[in-house]
Nanobody, 130 residues
């Protein structure tokens, strides 16, 4: 069974940086997409960033583009989310999620919808003070 362990959240001032980590275990296949999602109090969950393990394709939500960087260490089965120039609006619980792409890897898709993700880790809280 796939397990995802997210960590790295904390309290930071506006303009500060944090790096989130997501360690995956129990993987049966090497082709998957990893997504970072977040949910702020009283708001719906939203996608933040996504990465394909197969071809390295990555993408970002408009609200974080240029400030957040997603990367991976495939040997460690770990995906990172480097968050720079944080704003109070980034305050949320951040979740990492995984979906296998072994059936669609040849299509070069990058899954971004939370409903496409089957495995979720527990969230890590990021609080940005003003």
């Amino acid at each position: 069974e796939v397990q995802l362990q997210a960590s790295g959240g904390g309290l930071v001032q506006r303009g500060g940086s944090l790096t989130l980590s997501c360690v995956a275990s129990g993987l049966m296949f090497d082709d998957y997409d990893i997504g970072w999602f977040r949910q702020a109090p009283g708001k719906e969950r939203e996608g933040v960033s996504w990465l394909s393990s197969s071809n390295g394709v990555k993408d970002y939500a408009h609200s974080v583009k240029g400030r957040f960087t997603i990367s991976s260490d495939n040997g460690k089965k770990t995906v990172y989310l480097q968050m720079d120039n944080l704003e109070p609006e980034d305050t949320a619980v951040y979740y990492c999620a995984l979906t296998y792409t072994i059936w669609t890897v040849s299509l070069g898709l990058l899954y971004k919808d939370a409903d496409d993700y089957n495995y979720w880790g527990h969230g890590t809280l990021v609080t940005v003070s003003s």
